[in-house]
């Protein structure tokens, strides 16, 4: 649930970009971070866990303008991805009114992907909040490796296994070379932020 700040009448909404291990989480936040440096007001700040190459979170305030005289702020997290830092990656989730499902276009990451978003669904169910209901994108990172002879799913295939029930707008993208990362970035700021502004009413 975002934070609103009364007195100095502040908005600030959670954004976190959820997907399996080494999918592109951290690759799309530091591509933003480089790409809006102007609108981050702060580090990025980045938690090391061992084992893990992601970052363990992200921290990046945004100033999007104002809704109902209130400002607006943005902070972006990053989740770890290995399995076995589930823990770590529920108590990211904690207040969080926006996602990003960064799945790894690559063949051999399929089961992982389908993994990732079944364990998102439960986690959130224990904040009592449904993958259904929450503003969500889909993001299908790294079609770039591709031109590279790397065996990658068919949008369609994608689809099929993530997206068939949700039914939430998608991108392919590659968040090194920054293809449809701002593009990803601006779509979930908008499903936020109405969903944010229906909760001000």
Do not use: C, W
């Not at 689809?159 to 998608?170: A, F, G, I, R, T």
């Amino acid at each position: 649930m975002s934070f609103i700040n009364l007195r100095e009448k502040i908005v600030q909404v959670k954004v976190v970009y959820y997907g399996p291990g080494r999918g592109g989480k951290t690759s799309n936040l530091e591509y933003i971070n480089r790409k809006f440096s102007k609108q981050i007001q702060s580090e990025m700040v980045s938690l090391k866990t061992h084992g893990d190459r992601t970052l363990f979170f992200d921290f990046l305030p945004f100033d999007m303008g104002k809704i109902k005289g209130y400002e607006l702020k943005i902070q972006l997290y990053t989740v770890p991805g290995q399995v076995k830092y589930n823990a770590t990656r529920k108590l990211v989730l904690k207040g969080v009114d926006g996602i990003v499902f960064v799945a790894d276009a690559q063949e051999a990451m399929r089961e992982k992907n389908i993994r990732s978003l079944n364990q998102l669904h439960e986690n959130l169910k224990e904040y009592k909040e449904s993958i259904f209901k929450i503003p969500l994108v889909m993001q299908y990172n790294k079609v770039d490796l591709r031109d590279q002879g790397i065996p990658i799913l068919p949008t369609s295939v994608l689809e099929q296994d993530l997206n068939s029930k949700l039914k939430v707008p998608y991108f392919e993208a590659s968040a090194l070379t920054g293809h449809n990362v701002p593009e990803t970035l601006k779509k979930i700021i908008s499903l936020t932020v109405v969903s944010v502004q229906k909760k001000l009413l």
